[in-house]
């Protein structure tokens, strides 16, 4: 007898894990992140975006793949084919120290980076600010999420009786990085973005563009 309810708590067990899920997979979270490592991560392989959830202010640290410090790099260097064939003799004799030191001195770009100039390192594109004019009065039902099945973040709450919600992903057919914001009450949305870049860069705006 306890072999057979074994058996049937093991396919009750079976048919639980193996059905659909109801809901998406998402991280949640009650509060604003209180550190960078706390915001939500979304990307398309090429660009990057993580809000923070703020409810006053909401921070959003944007990153390209392209953006990397460091100097100029011209890769040409005739004489590192001269050297590759001794490099492979040491590497299988097992003289990897002896290798390794050949190839810093002749198997490396021939300008700056791996050369003499520090190499340099990647560096996030920028941040975008956003300061919102609200009512925190009667502040409730705050909540923030990431749903993993979808790849959108989101951050709702309710303040002054309006009802606010952020959305927020990373199109790769588009290769944008787009952002909604949204309240139940006309003229509720009132805010100021502003763009910034620690160094190397200058922000204006053109019109509707910034």
């Known amino acids: 007898m306890k072999r057979i309810h074994l058996l049937a708590a093991a396919l009750l067990f079976g048919v639980a894990c193996d ?19 706390e915001t939500l991560p979304l990307g398309n392989g090429r660009l990057g975006a993580m809000p923070d959830g ?3 202010h909401e921070h959003f640290v944007l990153n390209d793949i392209t953006c990397w410090s ?3 790099q011209p890769t040409a260097n005739p004489e ?7 490099i492979r003799e040491l590497l299988l004799a097992g003289r990897n120290l002896e290798a390794q030191r050949m190839m810093y001195r002749h198997f490396v770009c ?4 791996s050369a003499e100039a520090a190499y340099g390192s990647y560096e996030m594109l920028g941040r975008l600010d956003f300061d919102f004019a609200l009512d925190t009065v009667g502040l ?16 709702r709450f309710e303040a002054g009786g309006v009802a606010y919600q952020r959305d ?8 944008v990085v787009a952002i909604r914001l949204r309240a139940s009450q006309r003229g509720a949305l009132t805010f100021r973005m502003t763009l910034s870049r ?3 860069a200058e922000t204006e705006a053109a019109g509707d563009r910034l």
């Not at 021939?110 to 980076?113: E, H, I, T, Y």
């Not at 927020?168 to 290769?175: A, G, K, L, Q």
């Open 70 to 72: 460091g100097s100029e």
């Open 140 to 155: 409730a039902r705050y909540g923030r999420g990431l749903n993993i099945s979808d790849a959108t973040a989101w951050t």
């Open 168 to 175: 927020c992903f990373v199109s790769r057919t588009d290769d």
């Open 19 to 37: 059905g659909p899920q109801s809901e998406p997979l998402t991280l949640w979270y009650d509060r604003p992140a209180a550190h960078w490592e």
């Open 110 to 113: 021939s300008g700056g980076g």
């Open 198 to 200: 620690p160094s190397c």
């Open 54 to 56: 703020g409810i006053l």
């Open 80 to 86: 590192a084919l001269d050297y590759l064939p001794r």
